[in-house]
């Protein structure tokens, strides 16, 4: 069992700034694959979607496209994971002309070490899904950063404002 999981209900535990990013590998949408910690020694955007190809997750996604220049300059590298098969994720980037990595996770195991699979609601009712997260996470892997339940039109922006108060 991973750490931060909570025996009684195996909903994991949100993480807070200063703890340590849980490292992953996971298949990225080029046919490779990348490790979080081998990103270390640079700060890093990590954020987890629902769905590619959907309303929401390509306005998200758009976003982080359109201001990654701002982003990259500042030191940051974004990588996106999604529960989508890595095909359709190769879609999704061709079809938006996405230029970071997005990341393959099917069984969900790196979601619910971040606690971006859990109880959310959704038209007023519970049920267990991806929550719509984001994490920075600093060039010691650390997390800077982490916002839960954010949504997906003005995010980036608003990311970018809380990006300004952390330097």
Do not use: W
Request: with cysteine; charged share 30%.
């Amino acid at each position: 069992m991973m750490g931060g999981m909570n025996d009684t209900n195996d909903v994991p535990e949100r993480l807070e700034a200063g703890m340590t990013a849980p490292d992953f590998t996971l298949p990225d949408d080029r046919g490779g694959e990348l490790t979080l910690s081998s990103l270390r020694g640079g700060r890093v955007i990590l954020y987890f979607y629902p769905a590619a190809m959907t309303p929401g997750c390509t306005k998200e996604a758009c976003d982080f496209r359109d201001r990654l220049d701002r982003l990259t300059a500042a030191g940051y590298t974004v990588v996106g994971v999604s529960k989508d098969p890595v095909d359709k994720l190769a879609r999704f980037r061709e079809r938006d002309g996405l230029t970071f990595p997005l990341l393959s996770d099917p069984d969900l195991t790196v979601h619910k070490a971040y606690a971006a699979y859990g109880e959310k609601k959704l038209y007023g009712k519970v049920r267990l899904g991806v929550i719509r997260s984001t994490f920075v996470i600093g060039a010691d892997g650390t997390i800077e950063l982490a916002r839960y339940n954010v949504r997906a039109t003005g995010h980036v922006d608003s990311l970018l404002k809380q990006l300004a108060k952390l330097d």
